[in-house]
């Protein structure tokens, strides 16, 4: 769907080019759950901000849907339109009177009437779990989690085939943060969409989504399952990251010479294996 | 040694000028936190922590009871400079406390506000870098640095205040998980080594796992607290107020549910680890 080739991007300072983003090459398709993971300033939100135009590759290549997107030819509008942005902290962003204005303004911008936009609003709003007697309240009067979900609804509401978070989780407590995750999840299954989100939290990497893209120093080091990723420690190590407490205990039942298959990601996963593994073993 | 006494809250909620309506924050709070504890406050979105946190170095006055810190009352004009010096503030966004053109600037920056003189003030600053591990990068610009480093420059800045207390609202959630550990870390070490008072208020659980106390807080009221063996042996009550359960301690659970003779909470990997092989070995 979503195609980038060497991919290179540089600020010019003073004079002195400084590479940011060095040949990355990628592919988002549908139904990815993509987690890209790296330090500060590693270069992560520079490379989700070339995935819908807002910053334009010093060289390389993008194609969507096989067409190539720095050709003259093509129309950017295009590529606003399917693939879709949320910020960090996205409820700063809200600035209409009531909820559902907010929902319909991205819609009706890209053309489309007030009555369809309305409807179209209502219809995501209720997607992501907003009441109905929220919708013409003040964004302001809602909490965290709501006002990220009406964020997530406004993008949805211009029908993207990708949506590209950045920390959607931050400043968010356990629960609702499960729950924004959730509704990714849903998205995913239900709009047949591709979600990609950058994160911090190997946590949540590892509970949701189905691929780790690895930054570090503008480069993707790594492109490969959760289960892949996390047990390779140098690359972890590399790119200055840590994984799940799970996985670090995992991996220490392994060197002790614990015969388990292999590192578990999740609690989910860890309780299984260690209680199939320790019961077999009182089996005998 | 702060007293927290019947602490009560009320935030005004305006609607375009006229006062709408009154909201409750904190609903009646008392804790002694002692000099030198290493306290760790818990709870969800809303739950009144960040509120709290405002208290102890008067930012915020209470609406109803007391706070005194070292037997100063933080709601009395007079006690603001003294109370103040005492108690360092270090906030979630590293990119909006830090105001140096570079790393020994900033750090001096409280110092030379209060006319102190510049030889002190000199080698005050060169100390509290060298202790939260900055000393690489005395003369680095602030926009060169990583969020966990600028971090760790907003508690020099504390240090350098000579505050004895540090209250840190958050200080890791926009942090990668390697800048995370070294912030807890340096807390930790300030604490042991210098005798601070250090009150983290987080929702990380696994950073609270090593406190010397735990509060939990729901509602604008504590809902529980004690020692983290204390508090992590009551899993449902961290389940019905919406805090994280640390990966090891619900591991913990689940197996122990299954039949592994293993203790009650395990708080951490390495103890699960010596368990898990300990078990394995008897077989």
């Known amino acids: ?269 860890a309780e299984k294996s260690l209680s199939d593994l320790f019961k077999k073993n009182r089996g005998h | 040694m702060i007293r927290i006494e019947n602490l009560i809250h009320r935030y005004t909620i305006w609607n375009d000028q006229k006062e709408q309506s009154k909201k409750i924050a904190i609903d009646g709070i008392s804790l002694n936190i002692k000099q030198g504890e290493f306290l760790a406050i818990l709870g969800s979105n809303g739950s009144g922590k960040s509120t709290l946190a405002k208290h102890l170095n008067a930012l915020l006055l209470p609406s109803e009871g007391t706070i005194e810190v070292d037997d100063l009352d933080t709601s009395k004009e007079e006690n603001l400079t003294e109370i103040r010096n005492k108690v360092g503030m270090v906030f979630q966004n590293p990119d909006n406390q830090i105001i140096g053109t570079n790393v020994e600037e900033d750090v001096a920056f409280g110092l030379e506000n209060k006319n102190m003189p510049s030889d002190y003030i000199q080698k005050r600053v060169v100390e509290c870098i060298d202790t939260v591990g900055m000393s690489d990068f005395s003369k680095t610009s602030p926009t060169r640095l990583s969020g966990g480093q600028k971090q760790r420059v907003a508690i020099a800045g504390a240090l350098a205040d000579d505050s004895q207390i540090m209250v840190l609202d958050e200080p890791t959630s926009m942090l990668d998980p390697k800048s995370r550990s070294e912030i807890i870390d340096v807390l930790h070490r300030l604490n042991a080594e210098n005798g601070m008072t250090i009150i983290l208020i987080t929702h990380n659980t696994d950073e609270v796992v090593a406190a010397d106390r735990i509060v939990l807080m729901n509602g604008g009221k504590i809902v529980g607290k004690g020692s983290p063996t204390e508090v992590f042996a009551d899993l449902e009550l961290l389940r019905k107020i919406h805090v994280e359960i640390p990966q090891i301690i619900e591991l913990g659970e689940r197996l122990r549910n299954a039949g592994f003779p293993l203790s009650d909470p395990v708080l951490n990997e390495q103890q699960m680890a010596e368990e898990l092989t300990g078990i394995w070995k008897v077989k």
């Open chain 1, 1 to 269: 769907m979503l195609k980038g080739v060497n991919i290179n991007f540089s600020y010019d300072k003073k004079g002195v080019s400084e590479n940011i983003l060095n040949d990355v090459s990628f592919e988002i398709n549908t139904g990815d759950f993509i987690g890209i993971i790296g330090t500060s300033g590693s270069g992560k939100t520079t490379f989700i901000k070339h995935f819908n135009g807002l910053l334009r590759a010093s060289s390389g290549e993008l194609y969507l849907n096989d067409q190539n997107v720095y050709d003259k030819s093509f129309d950017l509008f295009q590529l606003r339109k399917e693939v879709g942005l949320v910020f960090q902290y996205p409820e700063n962003q809200l600035f209409k009177k009531t909820v559902i204005e907010d929902v319909m303004f991205g819609p009706m911008n890209l053309g489309m009437l007030e009555e369809e936009a309305r409807i179209v609003a209502e219809r995501e709003l209720k997607f992501v779990g907003i009441d109905e007697d929220l919708f013409s309240a003040n964004p302001m009067e809602l909490s965290g989690g709501q006002k990220r979900s009406v964020a997530i609804a406004g993008v949805l509401a211009m029908s993207p085939k990708i949506i590209v978070l950045d920390e959607p989780a931050a400043g968010l407590d356990f629960y609702t943060k499960s729950r924004i995750f959730d509704l990714l999840k849903r998205i995913i299954a239900i709009k047949k969409m591709a979600v990609v989100f950058v994160s911090h939290n190997m946590e949540d990497v590892a509970n949701y989504a189905n691929q780790v893209w690895i930054m570090k120093q503008g480069t993707l080091i790594s492109k490969e399952s959760v289960q892949t990723s996390f047990s390779r420690d140098d690359i972890i190590d590399l790119a200055g990251m840590d994984v799940p407490e799970v996985t670090k205990l995992t991996k220490d039942l392994i060197d002790a010479g614990i015969p388990l298959k292999s590192i578990s990601t999740t609690v989910d996963n």
